[in-house]
């Protein structure tokens, strides 16, 4: 079955960076883009960004633009994303998301808690 | 960019009772070629990923109850639980995948 595993929680003081992992397993990881979506207390869920699994492409979201990377390790089957300057309102619960070329997030990861507090 | 917002907030609906859920789009999300509508409902529970329920509006996705229904085409949106079962207590969003995704701002959903 299709699964998305994150990595764990992070604690982090402004103006640190932040890495985090997305594995992906039961499909064919390059036939599928990954985005990630964030999620801070009482906030509706925001859209950061995708990268393409199959050739690296990215396309990120205006307001995290000059802040965000996304890579991916095809050989493990897993997408990064990196947050930098981070503030105490990027504080948030930050899931990963497949979509095939619509841009429908069909399954997501469980979510990873990154905590900004100096 | 296309701003999504649902209607109402928050909501209380009865065991067995019909809970409607609206969302508008602020730029019709209607793809002309394909006359497909680019509007997915997703549920999210207490300490849970968001699930995908509903998609191109109103196909129901694979293992989804039958209770769950989507209407609705170009800038207004329906969800629609026939009846209310109590693991339907959730917050759903609805999302447009037309652009870049954007997401409502959520409807709790409670029992009554």
């Known amino acids: 079955q299709v699964q998305l595993v994150q990595s764990g929680t992070e604690v982090k003081k402004p103006g640190a960076s932040v890495k985090l992992s997305c594995k992906a397993s039961?499909?064919?990881?390059?036939?599928?883009?990954v985005h990630w979506v964030r999620q801070a207390p009482g906030q509706r869920l925001e859209w950061m960004g995708w990268?393409?699994?199959?050739?690296?492409?990215?396309k990120y979201s205006q307001k995290f633009q000059d802040r965000v990377t996304m890579t991916r390790d095809t050989s493990a089957s897993t997408v990064y994303m990196d947050l930098s300057s981070l503030r105490s309102d990027d504080t948030a619960l930050y899931y990963c998301?497949?979509?095939?070329?619509?841009?429908?997030?069909?399954?997501w990861g469980q979510g990873t808690l990154v905590t900004v507090s100096s | 960019d296309i701003v999504m917002t649902q209607s109402p907030d928050s909501l209380a609906v009865s065991l067995g009772e019909r809970a409607t859920i609206n969302c508008k789009s602020s730029?019709?999300?209607?793809?002309?070629?394909?006359?497909?509508?680019?509007l997915a409902w997703y549920q999210q529970k207490l300490g849970q990923p968001p699930k995908l329920l509903i998609y191109?509006?109103?196909t129901r996705e694979s293992g989804v109850p039958d209770r769950f229904s989507g209407s609705g085409s170009g800038t207004d949106f329906t969800l629609t639980i026939s009846s209310l079962q109590a693991e339907d207590v959730a917050v759903y969003y609805c999302?447009?995948?037309?652009?870049?995704?954007?997401f409502g701002q959520g409807t709790k959903l409670e029992l009554k």
């Open positions: 998301a497949r979509s095939s070329s619509a841009l429908l997030l069909d399954y």
């Open positions: 039961g499909y064919t990881f390059r036939s599928y883009a």
């Open positions: 990268i393409s699994a199959g050739n690296g492409d990215t």
């Open positions: 730029q019709s999300v209607l793809y002309r070629s394909n006359n497909q509508n680019y």
């Open positions: 191109w509006a109103s």
């Open positions: 999302m447009q995948f037309y652009t870049t995704p954007v």
